[in-house]
């Protein structure tokens, strides 16, 4: 089992935006996340990095999420304008870094629905993908929960569809983690991504937010294309998710341009 973790261990001041930096609202935010078998994963990752493991009714398990989004007020954190709106979905893998021991995530690649995906795609060489992403959500300020979530993507590398609720108490325990602080952590915490870029190379960008107010949500239905084709979340198993989290609205700061780590 893991060892329960602090935020306060985890917390770092925002490093000061310059260049081309940027921030975004980051609307209808949520985190679907599958556990499965190790051996799923076996040649995705470089050898300096390994799976960020836990242990669920004894049986280790490594963990991938799905995060869809609307990107919203998108702009450069030093100029007011021009502002985007746009969807996007994530695709992360928790893995341990072993050069420096910091929790990180492995990233897939990333749909987006914004003809500004030529930038990332081409210019930075980043595993980002073209798509259409429509969201339909009725969220109740009220009560604090979504009476309704969808998300669909019409892409070909990456086509989504997920429908979620919210109902239940705030409190929650997410299975294999000590408690919910660590769980929460260990899933919406991780500042540092790494990736294969298009061109082959091992690419790496930081982000920085607030700790993040998520609450639980249940999965009515979804399919995820992506993880059914590279055989690491059967259709299935995309039915029953280890977790889902769900927040109206965060802000991220995303420092730019990603980094290149290998030759």
């Not at 997410?174 to 091992?202: C, S, V, W």
């Amino acid at each position: 089992m893991l060892e329960p973790l602090k935020i306060d261990d985890y917390l770092q001041p925002r490093p000061k935006p310059s260049g081309i930096d940027v921030v975004s609202k980051l609307q209808h935010f949520a985190i679907i996340t599958y556990a499965v078998h190790p051996r799923r994963f076996e040649g995705l990752l470089p050898a300096r990095f390994k799976l960020d493991t836990i242990s669920v009714n004894g049986e280790e398990k490594g963990l991938i999420s799905v995060v869809p989004f609307m990107d919203m007020d998108f702009r450069l954190a030093i100029c007011p304008f021009p502002r985007f709106t746009m969807g996007q979905t994530n695709y992360r893998i928790y893995i341990l870094d072993t050069a420096t021991g910091e929790r990180c995530v492995w990233f897939l690649g990333t749909t987006l629905d914004s003809w500004t995906v030529v930038v990332p795609r081409h210019w930075w060489q980043l595993p980002w993908h073209a798509g259409k992403v429509r969201f339909d959500c009725e969220y109740v300020p009220q009560t604090g929960r979504y009476r309704q979530y969808l998300m669909h993507t019409e892409a070909e590398w990456g086509p989504a569809h997920v429908e979620l609720t919210q109902y239940g108490d705030e409190a929650f325990h997410l299975a294999g983690f000590p408690d919910t602080e660590t769980a929460l952590i260990y899933l919406t915490h991780p500042l540092t991504g790494f990736y294969y870029r298009r061109d082959g190379k091992l690419g790496t960008y930081r982000v920085w937010h607030e700790p993040l107010a998520v609450r639980p949500a249940q999965l009515t239905s979804a399919h995820f294309g992506l993880l059914e084709r590279m055989q690491l979340v059967s259709a299935a198993e995309q039915l029953a998710p280890h977790s889902v989290l769900l927040q109206p609205v965060n802000e991220f700061t995303i420092y730019l341009p990603p980094r290149v780590l290998s030759p």
